[in-house]
């Protein structure tokens, strides 16, 4: 479900056709996505970063809480990338559950950064929700320990309930969140209703029975329909798993309407003007194909995007000079190593003629000798090179330009911007700035060619 683009504002349309810098015409541009005015705006609380696996969330979420915060903003970035990468460039030696304030902003904001830890999420909520003797029952409870350390799609939730935690302190201005790579980065949106179809379940209602019917009547229950049930469930489960599961679930029993009460207030949260959702991706095919479906599912789900983060965008300083030309003239160069003119007659060489700096043990051939090729023919030689690999480059920003169009054309509606692609990684604060500088950068217009 996508938004209708003829229902929509003026200033919601794309541009006009421009003309492209090679000569070609040029399709519609997309909206242009002004990142300074949306974590500026107070009314901006929550920033969510999705996308793909490999695209650079981590990296756009920690530039974005940076340049927020020497903006004068208070931010705590959360991140539930397993991976260091965010706790080495903000300087940290590690990341856990707690917010770390970062050293070395700029201006009179603070940054503060934090790892999700699952398990220990989940420990903090039985502890909050539980008497002690519980809480000691619950988290010492076998099948409690696999459930928190890595039942499907506990990551998720619990990512929702730090969230709801974070948002419930108020003591930051602005949260980023760094979603899971690939599609399941928006399974966190579906975490509650997969709880609370979980807790709803027939399995846990026929756990939960023996412990809700007491007396006389539960024991007969227990004793007529639970002693099939169990001694079925005991023999795909194990009778010691069994019991696990069933002390388990009578302790935290209490428990099952709280996690549905929270998780339903941060989705509600989600769905709040205060929160802006930003799909991240490359330009790439299979990339911006999983971009579309996170806007779609976004707009499905009524939750706020802002726009897409197009990463790691290659450019030319000679754009001008298109691959077909470059390659023209590359022949044109390579010409003289096919025949040339010595003393009046007609000599063929071989490529390797010319290529002796990449033999150095190539045999000599007829005409210039392998060991000291002519200088003219050796800078035509490099020159052509550089044309071809130029030619390479110009073929691979085509590409991108066409899987950009695709994505644009398919959504119109939404704002992009283009963040260049940097030489080498990211591993420091001045390297995050970089980022957030070139991603609050708009540029004036985003050629496309339609070869």
Not at 242 to 250: E, G, H, I, R
Not at 313 to 322: E, F, P
């Amino acid at each position: 479900m996508t938004p209708d683009p003829a229902a929509m504002p003026d200033s919601a349309h794309v541009n006009d056709p421009a003309q492209a810098p090679d000569g070609h015409r040029a399709i519609s541009a997309p909206r242009l996505l002004a990142v300074d005015p949306l974590i500026d705006d107070p009314e901006t609380r929550i920033v969510v970063c999705c996308g793909a696996g490999g695209v650079g969330k981590t990296t756009t979420a920690a530039a974005l809480g940076l340049r927020a915060a020497e903006r004068g903003r208070k931010v705590v970035v959360l991140t539930i990338d397993p991976a260091r990468r965010l706790a080495q460039s903000m300087g940290i030696d590690s990341l856990d559950n707690t917010p770390r304030r970062v050293k070395g902003i700029d201006g009179n904001g603070e940054l503060h950064a934090m790892m999700l830890d699952m398990k220990r999420t989940f420990d903090e909520i039985v502890e909050a929700h539980a008497d002690p003797d519980r809480a000691s029952g619950i988290l010492s409870n076998p099948f409690y320990q696999s459930l928190s350390a890595g039942f499907a799609g506990t990551q998720e939730y619990m990512a929702m309930e730090k969230l709801g935690q974070l948002r419930a302190r108020d003591e930051w201005d602005l949260i980023v969140v760094d979603t899971p790579p690939s599609r399941s980065a928006l399974d966190f949106l579906d975490a509650p209703k997969r709880l609370g179809s979980f807790l709803d379940g027939k399995l846990i209602r026929v756990l939960l029975a023996p412990a809700k019917v007491g007396g006389r009547a539960g024991m007969k229950f227990l004793n007529v329909g639970m002693s099939m049930m169990t001694g079925a469930l005991g023999k795909l489960l194990g009778g010691q798993l069994l019991k696990d599961v069933q002390t388990f679930v009578a302790a935290m029993d209490s428990m099952f309407g709280g996690f549905r009460t929270r998780a339903d207030a941060t989705y509600k949260l989600l769905q709040a003007p205060g929160t802006a959702f930003l799909v991240v991706a490359a330009p790439e095919r299979d990339a911006l194909r999983e971009a579309a479906y996170f806007v779609e599912r976004l707009a499905a789900e009524d939750m706020p995007l802002a726009g897409l983060v197009l990463n790691r965008v290659h450019g030319s300083g000679a754009a001008q000079l298109s691959a077909e030309r470059a390659l023209a003239a590359a022949e044109n160069l390579d010409e003289p190593r096919i025949v040339d003119q010595m003393d009046g007659k007609a000599v063929r060489n071989s490529p390797d003629t010319y290529d002796s700096s990449d033999s150095p043990e190539a045999p000599a051939t007829t005409g210039v000798q392998a060991d000291s090729p002519a200088p003219d023919r050796t800078v035509e030689h490099l020159t052509a090179r550089l044309l071809r690999l130029h030619a390479e480059r110009m073929r691979m920003l085509s590409r991108e330009q066409r899987t950009r169009d695709r994505f644009t054309a398919l959504h119109p509606e939404v704002a992009v911007a283009e963040v260049a692609a940097l030489p080498g990684d990211v591993h420091d604060l001045a390297g995050l700035r970089n980022i957030g500088d070139r991603l609050a950068t708009i540029r004036p217009e985003l050629p496309t060619s339609d070869d």
